[in-house]
């Protein structure tokens, strides 16, 4: 029996969660559309890399349709996220083909900054399946509160976000432990799976931080396309069929360990790993550090959910800093 073999059915034997399996969560399950890394901030353990630099990655209308086709029939939320989506250059058309395809009750967006599309966002969006953190600024809260009443924005004190790019496999961890912490991930239990773009190819991947990893290290010419193509009820495959991303990308990633991690905005370190220090070129190096962690003890205590980024800020609000 080959290696590849005995993780096909170590994974398929797990607790984990396929794609079209329900969770615990709005709409009984999530599926993101990533349309840009491109955001106005740079948040401290940003799932997405949108605190590093290096050029955004802007997915075209033609993939967009394309992704949104593919979950016509998806029963969960189909959430337009980033980076902030709302900077995408042709955001308007995104608006428009996600209302021809999915109903409203559907419709999430994931965004810190409305930038100006307020009336547009309040028409296409469902409200309560949206996930709208200002991340401190109160121009972005008074936009919201202004153009979309019933948005219910967060974020006012500053979130903290667990580290995503420690990679586990880095660090003093046998893998019977690991394997045991993977299969209970915060992301992979009760949030999402993700669409994007992988070397100018639309990909779907079983969780949004193996997207993330992936676009992230795209430029690297070894770095494997672990990314499914996106077809027609590709999300109703079973996790056997994402053994490559699980057996890749778990293992490079700690949300798992739900590392306490700095505060979003008002923080000053960044933490990473081995495996991910190539791409940790930070857009606000002047004002951050970068701690390179070797081991567990270092990631400085734990939260409750790694998913509860909001929550977990809250608890120690900017002003007490």
Request: charged share 20%; with cysteine.
């Given at each position: ?11 398929a034997n797990s607790r984990m969660k396929a794609p079209g399996d329900e969770r615990n969560t709005w709409g009984h399950g999530i599926i ?252 606000r190096a002047n004002t951050r550090l970068i701690q390179v962690i070797t081991r567990r003890d270092e990631l400085g205590g734990e939260v ?18």
């Amino acid at each position: 029996m080959t290696d590849r073999s005995n993780d096909r059915i170590r994974v398929a034997n797990s607790r984990m969660k396929a794609p079209g399996d329900e969770r615990n969560t709005w709409g009984h399950g999530i599926i993101q559309i990533m349309i840009t890394r491109a955001c106005d901030l740079a948040c401290i353990n940003c799932t997405q890399g949108s605190n590093l630099a290096g050029k955004p990655m802007i997915m075209s209308l033609p993939q967009f349709e394309e992704a949104v086709r593919s979950l016509k029939d998806y029963y969960g939320i189909v959430g337009i996220f980033g980076g902030n989506p709302c900077m995408h250059p042709k955001f308007a058309d995104i608006c428009n083909v996600l209302a021809e395809h999915i109903p409203y009750h559907r419709r999430g967006l994931w965004s810190n900054n409305l930038n100006g599309h307020g009336k547009l966002c309040r028409a296409t969006f469902n409200p309560e399946v949206s996930n709208l953190n200002v991340h401190t600024s109160f121009e972005a809260y008074s936009e919201m509160l202004r153009d979309w009443p019933e948005c219910h924005p967060k974020g006012v004190h500053d979130s903290r976000h667990s580290p995503v790019f420690v990679a586990m496999k880095d660090l003093d961890i046998p893998f019977s432990e690991m394997w045991e912490l993977i299969q209970n991930c915060d992301i992979n239990q009760l949030w999402s799976a993700m669409i994007g773009v992988f070397r100018g190819e639309l990909r779907a991947w079983f969780c949004e931080v193996a997207g993330a990893q992936s676009m992230l290290h795209e430029n690297e010419p070894s770095y494997p396309d672990t990314g499914l193509k996106v077809t027609e009820h590709w999300w109703k495959l079973p996790i056997a069929s994402f053994t490559n991303q699980v057996m890749k990308h778990c293992f490079e990633c700690s949300v798992p360990l739900k590392g306490m991690g700095d505060l979003a905005i008002n923080g000053h370190v960044e933490q990473v790993s081995k495996t991910h220090e190539k791409i940790f070129h930070l857009k606000r190096a002047n004002t951050r550090l970068i701690q390179v962690i070797t081991r567990r003890d270092e990631l400085g205590g734990e939260v409750e959910h790694a998913t509860n980024y909001i929550e977990n800020g809250i608890l120690f609000p900017m002003e007490n800093k």
